[in-house]
């Protein structure tokens, strides 16, 4: 049996909101500081393309909302919106229907890749077909990469872990808006619990044995 828990592991990679309402400074509704951002694109490019010549499957989950409507049926989200210091304050304004920030931010995304765009809570298989996709494509492990370390991240390894997926968090391809307090104590709570945490290089070599 592999360190990952599975005999024979089958991978997927899981890209949680690589887009410009995160990471572009230009457009980005909640942004990332510049050198967050700038940092986690140039990882994740590294890391999606040494995936992909592995052959394992990216598939790239977009916060999408019809309108503002959709996103204040969160009650606390509401409050996020209320409070001029909270770095969530745009929420309600976030990712809406023909905004720029929906875009992938350029490189990260190649023609074979699957994307889940339905994505409307930090849990990403919350009403979308992400968890129909893997299951098509034969994944049992995940390799979670994106934004933010402390809610979609850690939502969404969450929940592949009650779904017995096996679940690997890909460290130097994961951040957050919220600061570095945050990123190390959502690592923390993941690596206790719910999910290897390790390296992309790491991941993809024990993969690979």
Not at 92 to 110: A, C, F, Q, V, Y
Not at 130 to 153: F, H, K, P, W, Y
Request: negative net charge; charged residues 20%; aromatic residues 4%.
């Amino acid at each position: 049996m592999s360190g990952f828990g599975v005999d024979m592991p089958l991978a997927a990679v899981v890209a949680i909101d690589l887009h410009r309402g995160h990471l572009d400074p230009a457009v980005a509704t909640m942004p990332a500081a510049p050198e967050v951002a700038a940092r986690l694109v140039a990882a994740n490019l590294r890391f999606l393309d040494a995936a992909r010549a592995a052959g394992i499957p990216v598939i790239h989950c977009v916060t999408r909302y019809r309108d503002a409507d959709e996103i204040a049926l969160n009650p606390f989200w509401r409050t996020r919106a209320e409070d001029p210091q909270a770095t969530r304050k745009n929420v309600l304004r976030h990712n809406l229907e023909g905004m720029p920030g929906l875009e992938i931010m350029p490189g990260l995304r190649h023609a074979d890749d699957s994307v889940v765009d339905t994505k409307k809570r930090y849990d990403c298989f919350v009403a979308t077909d992400l968890d129909l996709r893997l299951r098509a494509l034969g994944a049992n492990t995940l390799l979670i990469t994106g934004i933010n370390t402390n809610s979609c991240v850690l939502a969404t390894a969450c929940a592949a872990n009650v779904r017995d997926y096996a679940v690997v968090v890909v460290e130097d391809c994961v951040d957050t808006m919220d600061g570095p307090a945050h990123h190390d104590a959502a690592l923390m709570l993941l690596k206790t619990a719910f999910a290897h945490v390790m390296t992309g290089e790491e991941a993809l070599k024990r993969l690979a044995s």
